[in-house]
């Protein structure tokens, strides 16, 4: 959720700024880019040097390069302002909430802070009776009314001795409150998706099976564009190699058409949306050898049975899921397409053709045409993915809401 954010840190003069270098190297690690802003007399509780080195990049606290006061250099507060896609203040001291509230300018982070266009979080830190004082929860009022976000402070023993709120959060409180603020504001926040992906394979003898060509690549983009806008997504994956997927999907494993289907039928009930992009094979032997076939067999006969059709199978018991299909053909491409949106009871199909150059299994591009219940083709040019997994969400998230 913070991969590939630019957090910008606002460090204040308070104890809990010891608290920092913990908090860059949680954020570091969710993969965020962080900047730090610090007030002058912040440097009085953790080094600028600490966090620079923690964070990779240089920190600022000055409006001029102090190191080159005669070249003019100056650190360019709308630079950093809208550089950020967030901008963390923490810990904020009753005084810099105070300045906050009222409109001051008076150091860089304040200037800063002025010149945000992101969404700000600030994370009080105080003593007991300056954090309840009127004048503090005047402050905490009106940066809410501006739209700024407070994260709580925590219950406990402050550096008075006194024991209430005020403690700044820890820093991995800090950390998953932006995770679960974040989430919340994502378009796909609280829809549940479940998609299949890879090859199934239905063995033979211990050692062969009957399989297909799918990498999986698809199906793993689809699930992870769905997750980055914030779904709730559930994987049901055939074997697949050296494919990543985004944090918090739960992924289940299987192997044949069967385990896929009893996979599935697990969440089924509990999903907004289903795409169905796993190639599964389409026949099974009816008999599986209990011992490795001999190569040594001059000829070999197998009879195949049929094995259950997923996408059939759901289409009869959806309720009110949309179900999304694929149909990867080598000839009479749409006629074939159109003729499974309907016999599976889909709401969409997506059509890829190995007739089109750049779609292959195992290629990173593919060039697909959704259609939809009306039979309505939308065509869309060959693409990495990544993107036509965006695609196919933009285009489900356009008919749900319709």
Known sequence: MLAGKHILLGVTAGIAAYKTPALVRLLKKEGAEVRVVMTPDAREFVAPLTLSVLSENPVYWTFTDEDAPDQGLWNNHVHLGRWADLFLIAPATANTLSKMANGACDNLLLAAYLSAECDVYFAPAMDLDMHEHPATQTSFKRLKEFGNIMIPSEHGALASGLIGPGRMAEPEHIVAFLKNDLSAKLPLAGKRYLVTAGPTFEPIDPVRYIGNFSSGKMGYAIANAAARLGAEVVLVSGPTRDLQLASGIIKINTVTGEEMLKGVLTHFNDCDVVILCAAVADFRPKEVAQHKIKSKTESLSIELSPTIDIAAHLGSIKQNQCLVGFALETQDALKHAKSKLEKKNLDLIVLNSLEDQGVAFGADTNKITIIDRSQNQH????????????????????IKDA
């Open 379 to 398: 065509e869309y040019e060959l693409k990495s993915k990544e993107l036509v997994a965006q695609d196919i969400i933009d285009f489900i998230r356009q």
